[in-house]
């Protein structure tokens, strides 16, 4: 018989299905850009995912660590990063970003849960200092002009010229990296995760409506900016990583007012047309100050009288 | 309305289990032989007054409370003491027990008659010599709670009824079945105490008890009966009293800090009885239950009862268990042999199969902040594991781990399976240790 310490009864969840949870909300979108950048952004999805679980394994079988086996959440960074990459990205760079995601970022750091931040956006940053060029060289949707892998401009860069039509922003038939273009799928995938509880809504609701409180005040269009650039994909899945987001209802209100400021001031101000991976970057390194100072007050915590 | 800036403390959300809520309470034959440690509460073991071959009576005085914060034990059969020796308790502590073979006739020990109580000192004097502990799992001697030098400052009496550990009915049956005695159990302590308010808290998942409750303290504007959200732990002393008053109990406070005396439903439907009959705790009502029981039941014990007396009677068990507990799933403890006693403050006995206790591999935590959510308390246990591996006594300190109830509500919900529960028990051993050097 076993004798143990309380609780004796622990809940159903794990590890491995909130992962689980997390790919199953990214399916829309990885649909999604396979239907708007056609078979070649599928490649690169298969390719960064493989790269990344392998880059996980043979870290941790050279280092004789426990191999961590199936808790997808290598395979989740790898969708992420493909997300952040344009489809026509040769195949090789895929592979270095899933590098420095998995070994630089996250095993060298501890591996799981002990990440300073979030290991596919420094992944696309560190492709994006390396390989501007390419990195920048967004494919237009397949089925629009027939020309497939061809560099031209997000509807960002291409100036914050904003004619294209909210609704194909919305169902992201427009150029872009290739997980993020389709607002509709990634909101899809967000729904899921709040349902599921996996994710709270707060910081993708209080990254979201800063942006667009900003843009009001700047004078630009709130709904394109919120639809265009990887804002989407960024304020649901990327900003919403545990490990590299604060714990309490305070935090998380700080974490997303701090990413919504940080994203417009890059958009409006800044040399650089997008700014949602450089304001993760920056706020997942606020993130151990935000705790200590949003902390929850205990029940009791009053001054005995 | 909590402010939940201040905290989440959204509580577990737990499977009831209360599949004997309406199954009626029988009582367990008695038993050939019962065995009495002397420390069956919170305090100061008592000491036996009897040696071997002495002949005893239902009700008659085992052992005496030593000190201040203690409790009596008596016999809940008639017959010969056989043994006394030293058993060793959940705590690790070897305490003297006494063995007592019944001789079945169950002969009522004579001097049993019906307390004078006629002021506050004779009511307390009578519940200390009753025996009674807070049934509802704690097993804080009752006569010490109600024992203050001031009683102006306590407005509240607050009836604990919410019961919030899965599988355990043995409060609701109380209601259900006693719920005269609960209204005159409230109503000695109001009176001898002058208190002014009553607030009965229950839980929603107890409708038979909440509507018994409401239908009997209708003509009683002082009592107020309070349906709470089954949410656990809803029957945590400080929980209950933030729900049912807004208070908030400080730090290192009591309850009668904030004007409130909490007491659990089947300790004051005692209280009633022994006014009534003299009788002191002998027997309680407690619940079988869990995978591995063949039949699930309410059962009236006699203290001293061996467990396997009790299972044998549920139709014994069944497949292979994994672990057996006395108490709640949540707060419960391992029994590591079956022919350990019923204790006065064990409220259920809970058989478990092996693929249910077996233990979950444990991961890395991924602060998902589910345990900062979680703890009724509003403690940050994930940042207070930090300060524990760290040896920071200060951070210990500011994090206010001394809080922590060891509700289990954090290591329930871990999705990593880590057992963090019992890190905030050490983290708490450790900050106690660094204050006292």
Not at chain 1, 178 to 193: D, P, Q, R, Y
Not at chain 1, 290 to 300: A, D, M, V, Y
Not at chain 2, 7 to 36: C, F, M, W, Y
């Amino acid at each position: 018989m076993l004798v143990k310490a309380s609780p004796h009864i622990r809940d159903n969840s794990s590890t491995q299905k909130i992962m689980l949870d997390v790919i199953i909300a990214l399916c829309p979108a990885i649909i999604a850009s396979g239907i708007i950048f056609g078979l070649r952004a599928l490649l690169v999805i298969a390719v960064t995912v493989i790269a990344c679980v392998a880059f996980e394994y043979l870290y941790c079988f050279l280092m004789k660590k426990p191999i961590p086996v199936g808790d997808f959440s290598a395979v989740v960074t790898g969708i992420l990063l493909a997300f952040n990459l344009p489809s026509t990205l040769p195949l090789w760079m895929a592979v270095i970003g899933a590098f420095v995601s998995i070994v630089i970022v996250k095993q060298l750091f501890g591996g799981l849960g002990h990440n300073f931040a979030n290991p596919a956006i420094v992944g696309r940053i560190v492709l994006a200092v390396s390989f501007t060029g390419r990195m920048t060289s967004y494919a237009f949707p397949q089925f629009e002009g027939g020309v497939d892998a061809l560099a031209g401009a997000t509807p960002l860069v291409a100036t914050k010229t904003a004619d294209l039509p909210l609704l194909q922003l919305f169902l992201g038939a427009h150029g872009g990296v290739l997980g993020e273009t389709c607002a509709a799928a990634l909101l899809l995938g967000g729904i899921w995760l709040v349902a599921r509880k996996v994710i709270s809504p707060v910081i993708p609701l209080t990254y979201l409506a800063t942006v667009a409180v900003i843009s009001l005040l700047a004078g630009q269009e709130p709904l394109v900016q919120l639809l265009s650039g990887g804002l989407m994909l960024g304020a649901i899945f990327m900003a919403t990583d545990y490990v590299t987001s604060p714990y309490t209802l305070t935090g998380k209100l700080v974490f997303g007012l701090g990413l919504g400021v940080i994203t417009c001031a890059i958009r409006f101000w800044a040399n650089s047309a997008e700014g949602v991976s450089y304001a993760i970057l920056l706020m997942n390194l606020f993130v151990p100050y935000i705790n200590n100072l949003t902390r929850q007050k205990p029940l009791g915590g009053v001054k005995k009288k | 309305m909590k402010n939940v800036f201040k905290r989440a403390a959204k509580g577990a959300h737990l499977p009831h289990n209360k599949n004997t809520q309406n199954i009626s309470t029988v009582d367990l034959p008695v038993p050939e032989k019962i065995l009495l440690p002397m420390q069956q509460h919170i305090g100061a073991p008592a000491v036996p007054v009897v040696k071997k071959g002495d002949q005893v009576y239902v009700g008659s005085l085992i052992g005496r409370a030593e000190g201040y914060v203690s409790a009596p034990i008596h016999s809940g059969v008639s017959g010969t003491v056989t043994d006394i020796r030293e058993l060793q308790v959940s705590s690790g502590a070897r305490i003297p027990a006494v063995e007592i073979t019944a001789d079945g006739k169950q002969t009522v020990d004579p001097s049993i008659e019906p307390p004078k109580v006629n002021d506050y000192e004779s009511f307390t004097t009578a519940i200390r010599n009753s025996g009674l502990v807070g049934l509802g799992g704690a097993g804080f001697p009752t006569a010490v709670k109600l024992t203050m030098k001031d009683l102006s400052i306590i407005d509240t009496l607050i009836i604990n009824g919410a019961e919030c550990e899965p599988y355990i009915t043995a409060d609701n049956r109380e209601f259900v079945e006693n719920p005269q005695d609960v209204i005159n159990g409230i109503l000695e302590v109001k009176k001898w105490l002058g208190i002014k308010n009553v607030i009965i808290g229950i839980e929603r998942n107890k409708p038979e008890a909440i509507d018994t409750m409401f239908a009997l303290s209708k003509g009683d504007p002082s009592i107020t009966v309070k349906p709470l959200s089954s949410v656990y732990p809803q029957g945590a002393e400080k929980i209950l009293i933030e729900n049912c008053t807004g208070r908030e109990v400080p730090r290192g406070g009591l309850p009668s800090d904030v004007g409130c005396i909490v007491m659990n439903v089947s300790s004051v439907a005692f209280v009633a009885r022994y006014l009534r009959t003299g009788m002191p705790l002998v027997s309680r009502r407690l619940t079988v239950d869990g995978s591995a029981v063949v039949e699930p039941r309410n059962v009236n014990v006699i203290v001293g009862t061996p467990i396997q007396n009790l299972l044998d009677f549920c139709g014994g068990l069944k497949g292979e268990v994994g672990e057996i507990i006395t108490g709640g799933p949540m707060m419960g403890v391992s029994v590591m042999d079956t022919s350990f006693p019923i204790l006065k403050q064990n409220n259920a006995v809970l058989a478990f199969s092996r693929a249910e206790s077996a233990l979950p591999p444990v991961g890395e935590c991924i602060h998902c902040g589910r345990c900062i959510e979680t703890c009724p308390m509003g403690l940050s246990p994930v940042i207070i594991a930090k300060a524990y591996n760290g040896h920071n006594l200060a951070e210990l300190n500011n994090l206010m781990v001394d809080l922590c109830m060891e509700c289990g509500s954090c290591s329930y919900v871990c999705p990593a399976k880590r057992p963090v529960t019992e890190t905030m028990r050490l983290a708490k051993a450790m900050l106690r240790k660094g204050a006292k050097k």
